[in-house]
């Protein structure tokens, strides 16, 4: 039991088969050489039990009991056993163009049918399968020379309309100042001439829904978004701009650059309307406090805010009503308390924003939002600054003292004022 690894044992066990099935000498030389591997194959299996035993006959035989009374496989003889594996057979529909044209030209060149008579049998064919709309197709292209010409010009992709999507078409309401009706006039009507491309209107609702934030409050009087509702909001629809959407991100950490300011109006029409919340309100007069966002950037590096970013978006026309978003709207009148109340109201808001986490191309980007104070207006800054119109709110020069130039140049700036901007006064500007 030991040496039946051995090459002598091997040669004793492939020369017993052989005289016991007599045939084997008349075998080809693979067929012998597979039962050689077979006879190794056999020698390893027992010499691994008999170990396995410590070489001890009684319990080899007691445990591998099943095992010895199975019989000895002998391989088999077909010839397709040992001859090299062809090729995959590829399906017709998978293989390439110049392939099938191979596969066909065969049978076109054995067969003594015409062109006729070959479309006919492609039709017959593919009603047979069960594609009678295709046969259908096919037998149309037949009707006439030119046919299949005129379809084709029929079927091209490029000059079929192009359907607006909900957002699209929101936007088209805007600019165009539709009204409901208007719309569904204008969608029924291209509808008749079958060109379906404007949505349900039921959808430009939904559309129009997605574009308020979270968390409004809205009274009679007044109407406030939280600012961290609202960057978040404005943050998650930037991110679904096309052109956005494109972008591969190189780093998560991003920026959001805003402006951000106040006005107030006055002289509204009045109308005979009471208000709950105070008998003072009156609807003559409004405050507004607004954001625009400016720039989205990318940082490589988190202590390097400053200089080193890739910018991702700009806003095209950051001068525009259509990307202004209102913060607050209170019928209130602009003065200089009511300007430093709400003013810091925003500010303490400002204080306690935290970065938006927005999940873009399966990643979780985290953005910051970076608000400048400088939507404002000569009388904005003079409530903030404490100045009257007629004096620099940067210097604190007066119109007396303009022209003395040498005295002007000595006067202290107050830096905390040139989030404002440069004071016209000092310019020079003609009538």
């Keep these: 039991m030991q040496c039946i690894t051995s090459i002598g044992c091997r040669t ?3 020369e017993f088969i052989q005289a016991t099935y007599s045939n084997i000498s008349n075998c080809s030389s693979s067929y012998k050489e597979l039962l050689e591997k077979e006879i190794l194959k056999f ?3 027992t010499s691994r039990k008999w170990s396995k035993v410590n070489r001890n006959y009684k319990k080899f035989t007691k445990t591998n009991t099943e095992w010895l009374n199975t019989k000895f496989k002998m391989p088999s003889n077909k010839k397709s056993n040992f001859s090299i594996p062809d090729r995959p057979v590829i399906p017709f529909a998978l293989c390439s163009k110049r392939t099938q044209r191979q596969k066909i030209k065969i049978a076109i060149s054995n067969s003594n049918m015409n062109s006729p008579e070959i479309l006919c049998a492609a039709k017959n064919k593919m009603v047979l399968s069960g594609q009678r709309t295709a046969a259908h197709l096919f037998e149309e292209t037949q009707a006439s020379p030119s046919r299949a010409k005129k379809i084709k010009t029929k079927y091209n992709y490029s000059n079929y309309p192009i359907p607006y999507t909900a957002d699209e078409a929101l936007a088209f309401i805007i600019d165009n100042k539709l009204t409901k009706q208007q719309y569904i006039n204008i969608r029924l009507g291209s509808k008749k001439r079958n060109c379906n491309i404007y949505p349900a ?57 805003y402006k951000w300011g106040c006005d107030g109006s006055s002289g509204q029409s009045q109308y005979r309307q009471n208000f709950n919340d105070d008998s003072l309100i009156t609807d003559e007069t409004m405050f507004m406090f607004s954001i625009v966002p400016l720039e989205l950037r990318s940082h490589s590096e988190v202590n390097d805010v400053e200089n080193n970013y890739e910018v991702i978006w700009t806003n095209p026309s950051p001068s525009s009503t259509k990307f202004c978003r209102p913060i607050k709207y209170i019928f209130k009148k602009e003065t200089i308390e009511s300007t430093k109340e709400e003013v810091k109201d925003i500010e303490t808001q400002l204080l306690k924003l935290v970065n938006t986490d927005v999940i873009f191309n399966e990643s979780i980007v985290h953005v910051k939002h970076t608000l400048i104070f400088s939507m404002v207006d000569g009388k904005v800054c003079n409530s903030m600054t404490i100045t009257s119109s007629q004096t620099c709110y940067i210097c604190g020069c007066k119109p007396k003292r303009f022209n003395d130039i040498d005295s002007v140049k000595n006067m202290p700036n107050k830096t905390e004022n040139y989030r404002f901007g440069l004071s016209t006064l000092h310019a020079w500007i003609s009538k």
């Design 43 to 45: 020698s390893l299996t």
């Design 201 to 257: 209107y039921e959808n430009i609702i939904i559309a129009k829904t997605n574009c308020y934030p979270n968390n409004m409050d809205i009274g009679e009087s007044s109407c406030k978004i939280p600012l961290q509702d609202l960057l978040d909001h404005t943050t998650n629809r930037i991110f679904q701009v096309p052109e956005v959407c494109k972008i591969s991100l190189n780093s998560t950490k991003l920026e959001m650059l």
């Design 12 to 14: 004793f066990l492939y």
